[in-house]
């Protein structure tokens, strides 16, 4: 029997004395992609923050199995140092384990510069790298691939099933994009309502 990565029992969450989640209950087994869409502002992303730890106004049990890494929208880099340093600092690996991180997000020649010389597509090519680079059980991610356009994004897509398929961890990927979760997830949630909930299935793009 494959074992749970995640299970979350949420009664409610909230922004201030707004509620924006109602009941949810979510399992995720080690090994499955879940996406995780609907429309901006439903609570995608608090969602996400709920599982990442870094949302405290909610009600209910959360189990995570192992540790978690988070790519966000943003890269969120250290501008001050440089691409390899963004890597060995974060995650302890060494600068030999670091340069062949970087090598399977295709910026093996850019360890020496810093992040403000990067395109954002690079940039986050950078923060995959870093999260990987965390040797995480659980993958959570915010909108990773948005803003980039069709093919840098399909690109960068590769990018992760190339990744993920070397290592057994659990995702949960947000995303507006019909395509991007058809593509990668095993499972897709769609949330609705106010407060948010899970509906049966995902609307048809």
């Known amino acids: 029997m494959t074992q749970s990565a995640i299970v979350l029992d949420l009664s409610t969450a909230r922004h201030g004395a707004t509620p924006v989640l109602g009941p949810i209950a979510l399992d995720i087994e080690a090994g499955e992609t879940v996406a995780i869409t609907g429309p901006s502002g439903i609570g ?3 969602l996400l ?5 870094l949302h405290s106004d ?3 049990h959360l ?3 192992g540790r978690v890494a988070m790519v966000f929208q943003e890269p969120t880099l250290l501008p001050w140092r440089t691409v390899l340093e963004n890597l060995t600092l974060t995650t302890g690996l060494s600068a030999q384990d670091a340069r062949h991180a970087l ?4 910026l093996g020649d850019k360890a020496q510069q810093f992040p403000d010389a990067l395109s954002l597509g690079q940039q986050r090519r950078l923060a995959l790298a ?3 680079g965390l040797r995480p059980q659980v993958l959570l991610m915010d909108e990773a691939f948005s803003s980039l356009d069709a093919p840098l994004a399909a690109d960068m897509m590769a990018v992760f099933e190339t990744l993920r398929a070397k290592r057994p961890l659990a995702t949960v990927l947000v995303t507006h994009d019909p395509t ?4 990668l997830a095993s499972r897709i949630l769609s949330l609705s309502g106010n407060p948010a909930r899970f509906v049966a299935s995902p609307p048809s793009p």
């Open 44 to 46: 995608k992303t608090t």
């Open 49 to 53: 923050r709920i599982l990442a730890g």
């Open 58 to 60: 909610w009600q209910g």
């Open 63 to 65: 189990a995570v199995s």
């Open 103 to 106: 090598l399977e997000v295709g």
């Open 130 to 132: 870093r999260a990987f």
């Open 180 to 183: 991007e979760a058809t593509r």
